[in-house]
């Protein structure tokens, strides 16, 4: 298998793995769908079947109390205007009717929709407008006609109720009154509760996949990320070994080549009329030098001897070095230390060694005249660590301020870009942290954190 087969694994698992992801999602989705509007279709099946039930129930109830009231004496003093005598006379009938064929109220009216006599005559006094039964015009229209027809249920006070309307006749078939009949309809709550129940079981079931679904995949875009950094590593490793290799097959020609150049300036250089290459010689031997011990650096596993040190002091010196190189002559150093001395644990070699990295990226992105800012703070006992930024004002970064750690990456025409890689593990083994911060036109500040 090649190197681009190798490295487009990672992009095709995750391909595939989000694919999967998706898919297991959708048909979770389907799944809960069709359950859920499957119960809720079979929940109104189940209203409409009681509702069609309570309809016909209530239908024969109305009849056969319109019977009962026909064939007694109601009718005929309803007719003479013996309205009261009436009244008293059907008054037993509908008392009695309701408790044996278990409905909630039975009460007759007049055109007007006025009690005439009823079940409970606190609740329906004689004379009263049901005003509520103007909603059902329809029906009421329909039993004047001669049919006996029933309401659609009804809520009123929190209670559910159905009612039906039979014609009462006389001896001449006329219509003289209508019997109201009203029935509970509470057990359609306990259908609204299965409904809302169904409600609530699909959003906690759909709040439970997009959970599971977020899990999923951030579980696998983990593992790919452990994966590729995993692959990263050995690949790294494997680079380094070989650097590590080629650098000190470099180190014995380069010192060959700068003894060899001090030898023949030696013999052929004059003194009155300095030749030019004898001075480039050395100076390209000594960039080369830096670089193979860039390469020797990136590529050993270096152990850090932490000793209580001073690390104001460490900083003063390091600060000290920058401040004499050759471009850094018209830089104005500022460098402030809070408090004056921070002693803890420290490998003084490998901070230098960072420290010197810091400031002279910082003087080379400043490019003369320019401002560098060092400021260390002892954040302990509260935060735990010491903070210490190099704030340059220089132009900032032209990308990412994470991609400058990547091995072998460098924003210059010179150099092997293992500078801040190598810083970064030095920090990394004090159990540190070193980030970049930039902004463009704006300078950029890098930022080191040490524990305590």
Same mark, same amino acid.
């Given at each position: 298998?090649?190197?681009?087969?190798?490295?487009?694994?990672?992009?095709?698992?995750?391909?595939?793995?989000?694919?999967?992801?998706?898919?297991?999602?959708?048909?979770? +989705?389907?799944?809960?769908?069709?359950?859920?509007?499957?119960?809720?279709?079979?929940?109104?099946? +189940?209203?409409?079947?009681?509702?069609?039930?309570?309809?016909?129930?209530?239908?024969?109830?109305?009849?056969?109390?319109?019977?009962?009231?026909?064939?007694?004496?109601?009718?005929?003093?309803?007719?003479?205007?013996?309205?009261?005598?009436?009244?008293?006379?059907?008054?037993?009938?509908?008392?009695?009717?309701?408790?044996?064929?278990?409905?909630?109220?039975?009460?007759?009216?007049?055109?007007?929709?006025?009690?005439?006599?009823?079940?409970?005559?606190?609740?329906?006094?004689?004379?009263?407008?049901?005003?509520?039964?103007?909603?059902?015009?329809?029906?009421?229209?329909? %039993?004047?006609?001669?049919?006996?027809?029933?309401?659609?249920?009804?809520?009123?006070?929190?209670?559910?109720?159905?009612?039906?309307?039979?014609?009462?006749?006389?001896?001449?078939?006329?219509?003289?009154?209508?019997?109201?009949?009203?029935?509970?309809?509470?057990?359609?709550?306990?259908?609204?509760?299965?409904?809302?129940?169904?409600?609530?079981?699909?959003?906690?079931?759909?709040?439970?996949?997009?959970?599971? %679904?977020?899990?999923?995949?951030?579980?696998?875009?983990?593992?790919?990320?452990?994966?590729?950094?995993?692959?990263?590593?050995?690949?790294?490793?494997?680079?380094?070994?070989?650097?590590?290799?080629? %650098?000190?097959?470099?180190?014995?020609?380069?010192?060959?080549?700068?003894?060899? %150049?001090?030898?023949?300036?030696?013999?052929?250089?004059?003194?009155?009329?300095?030749?030019?290459?004898?001075?480039?010689?050395?100076?390209?031997?000594?960039?080369?030098?830096?670089?193979?011990?860039?390469?020797?650096?990136?590529?050993?596993?270096?152990?850090?001897?932490?000793?209580?040190?001073?690390?104001?002091?460490?900083?003063?010196?390091?600060?000290?070095?920058?401040?004499n190189q050759d471009h850094a002559a018209d830089i104005s150093w500022r460098f402030d230390a809070r408090p004056q001395s921070i002693v803890m644990n420290f490998d003084e070699d490998?901070?230098?060694?960072?420290?010197?990295?810091?400031?002279?990226?910082?003087?080379?992105?400043?490019?003369?005249?320019?401002?560098?800012?060092?400021?260390?703070?002892?954040?302990?006992?509260?935060?735990?660590?010491?903070?210490?930024?190099?704030?340059?004002?220089?132009?900032?970064?032209?990308?990412?301020?994470?991609?400058?750690?990547?091995?072998?990456?460098?924003?210059?025409?010179?150099?092997?870009g293992l500078g801040l890689a190598v810083s970064k593990q030095l920090i990394e083994k004090h159990r540190g942290r070193l980030e970049a911060e930039s902004r463009k036109g704006k300078?950029?500040?890098?930022?080191?954190?040490?524990?305590?």
């Open positions: 298998m090649d190197s681009d087969e190798k490295n487009s694994m990672p992009f095709s698992l995750l391909k595939s793995s989000r694919a999967l992801v998706i898919w297991v999602s959708v048909m979770i +989705i389907l799944v809960l769908a069709i359950f859920n509007l499957g119960s809720w279709f079979f929940i109104n099946r +189940i209203e409409d079947s009681l509702e069609s039930e309570l309809e016909a129930r209530l239908h024969a109830v109305a009849r056969l109390s319109a019977e009962l009231v026909e064939n007694g004496p109601f009718i005929r003093y309803l007719e003479n205007g013996q309205q009261f005598s009436a009244r008293l006379l059907v008054q037993p009938l509908l008392e009695r009717l309701p408790e044996e064929i278990e409905v909630q109220q039975m009460y007759l009216v007049d055109r007007d929709l006025r009690v005439l006599a009823s079940s409970d005559p606190e609740l329906f006094p004689s004379g009263r407008e049901v005003l509520y039964l103007r909603e059902d015009s329809a029906e009421v229209a329909a %039993a004047w006609g001669g049919a006996i027809s029933a309401s659609a249920v009804r809520v009123i006070a929190d209670s559910r109720f159905k009612t039906a309307y039979a014609p009462v006749k006389n001896a001449s078939f006329e219509v003289v009154c209508l019997i109201v009949v009203e029935a509970s309809a509470n057990f359609f709550d306990l259908l609204l509760r299965f409904r809302r129940g169904l409600i609530l079981i699909g959003l906690i079931s759909l709040a439970v996949l997009i959970f599971f %679904a977020i899990f999923l995949a951030s579980a696998i875009s983990l593992f790919l990320r452990t994966q590729e950094d995993l692959r990263r590593s050995e690949r790294l490793a494997a680079m380094g070994q070989m650097t590590a290799t080629v %650098a000190h097959e470099i180190r014995n020609p380069l010192s060959i080549i700068k003894n060899t %150049a001090e030898v023949l300036r030696q013999k052929y250089d004059s003194k009155t009329q300095p030749d030019e290459l004898f001075e480039f010689i050395p100076s390209e031997v000594r960039r080369l030098s830096r670089l193979v011990n860039d390469f020797l650096a990136f590529a050993r596993d270096r152990e850090l001897v932490l000793r209580p040190g001073d690390l104001v002091q460490t900083v003063s010196q390091a600060l000290a070095r920058a401040r490998a901070l230098t060694q960072v420290l010197m990295n810091l400031f002279l990226n910082a003087a080379q992105a400043v490019s003369g005249a320019g401002i560098i800012e060092v400021t260390l703070e002892d954040l302990r006992p509260d935060q735990k660590h010491v903070h210490l930024s190099v704030r340059d004002s220089g132009p900032g970064l032209p990308v990412a301020p994470e991609k400058i750690f990547e091995p072998f990456f460098t924003t210059k025409t010179h150099g092997s300078g950029t500040t890098m930022h080191i954190w040490l524990p305590g």
